[in-house]
């Protein structure tokens, strides 16, 4: 009896001791889980406090991504362009020696005719405006500057831009094939440009009005201007199918001469341009175009009132396979349809080669008459 009690309570130690190992085991395992739990506690808190950081830094960049969306929105029309004419001239009409370097009027020269800057911007599909510039010359000169607004098949266009009559004018300097415009267009647009405004309707395969009235803002820094006195024109752009467009247009209004320095003239005169043209393309490649205008004024500083008239027929042809047009183009101007024998005129010949979409090369020789003249012009031009 008493070995089985020993038993007994030996199994009861035995057990109680068991008990007591896995007690303590468990608080270990639990005290371990609670140091992880704490550490995983300490670094979710840490990662919520990056995640927070990484989303501020989020909302910043989102915020300066908006700003710099609605820069990009309000330049996405935008466009900067320009060119620049490079030219060497031999005109036998000039003295041998530089005698005015400033306004380079020796016989052989080399010079920057042009150096454009031309800054267009669409805020919106309807609206353009326009800042056009030249630095040649020893200061920066504006040709344009204007807003163009599009309203259905119209066109208003308010500020300083090209007189829209004749058509030598309104093209741009950088595709004449000659290196100046006609002495009709030099004469009767001075400087090319008024200030004013302009409305077009055009509709594709139609003909097309414009109506303009300028202010004459007559300018001695730029030569801006035609008058002194406000004036207004209409010209009429007829289509005639695939061959090409006529035109016809008036201006009129009332110029006023300079005054000398003692105030002995002051003359006022009718401003008036009558024009008739037409750009035929009688076969693929071959272009024909002439423009022939009467009017009052003159070159002549003293004779504002007399009738001139004046033109130019050119004709130019591009070969099929290089990059390659030869022209011919012949220019005539009467300052004054009262007197004899003082028409110029002036033949000339060249040739253009397109090295590029950007760059070209022009020769052209010219024979002027009145006064008498041999010109050869070659010339480099570089779009941008």
């Not at 300097?173 to 400087?191: W, Y």
């Not at 300079?258 to 002995?264: H, Y």
């Amino acid at each position: 009896m008493k070995l089985v009690m020993s038993f007994a309570t030996l199994a009861l130690v035995t057990v109680a001791s068991a008990q007591t190992y896995d007690v303590e085991q468990l608080q270990s395992e639990i005290n371990a889980l609670k140091q992880i739990v704490a550490e995983k506690s300490a670094e979710l808190e840490r990662l919520k406090q990056h995640l927070k950081h990484l989303e501020e830094n989020l909302q910043a960049m989102q915020k300066k991504q908006q700003e710099t969306d609605k820069t990009i929105g309000r330049l996405s029309g935008l466009t900067i362009g320009g060119y620049i004419q490079m030219r060497y001239r031999r005109d036998t009409s000039l003295p041998v020696d530089a005698t005015r370097a400033a306004d380079g009027s020796a016989r052989e020269n080399f010079w920057i005719s042009r150096a454009r800057l031309d800054i267009r911007w669409k805020p919106h599909p309807s609206v353009l405006a326009r800042w056009h510039v030249d630095a040649a010359q020893a200061r920066v000169r504006t040709f344009d500057a204007y807003l163009e607004l599009k309203s259905g098949e119209g066109t208003f266009t308010m500020g300083q831009f090209k007189v829209p009559l004749m058509e030598e004018v309104l093209e741009s300097a950088s595709v004449l094939l000659t290196p100046e415009r006609s002495r009709a267009a030099e004469t009767l647009f001075p400087g090319n440009r008024d200030r004013g405004i302009a409305f077009t309707w055009h509709k594709e395969g139609m003909t097309t009005i414009t109506f303009a009235i300028l202010s004459g803002t007559r300018s001695r820094e730029t030569g801006d201007s035609l008058t002194s006195r406000k004036s207004w024109l209409v010209r009429v752009v007829q289509p005639i199918g695939k061959l090409g467009q006529i035109w016809v247009g008036m201006m009129d209004g009332k110029g006023r001469a300079d005054t000398n320095n003692d105030g002995t003239l002051d003359t006022t005169y009718d401003r008036e341009r009558k024009i008739f043209g037409l750009i035929l393309t009688p076969m693929e490649r071959l272009n024909l175009r002439a423009e022939w205008l009467i009017a009052k004024g003159s070159d002549r500083f003293y004779l504002p009132t007399k009738r001139v008239r004046g033109g130019y027929i050119q004709v130019s042809y591009r070969f099929p396979h290089l990059p390659l047009t030869i022209y011919a183009k012949r220019d005539e101007f009467d300052p004054d349809c009262d007197q004899l024998h003082d028409t110029f005129s002036r033949n000339a010949l060249g040739a253009q080669w397109d090295l590029n979409s950007a760059t070209r090369l022009n020769l052209t020789w010219e024979k002027q008459h009145r006064p008498d003249a041999t010109v050869w012009t070659f010339q480099t031009q570089v779009r941008y």
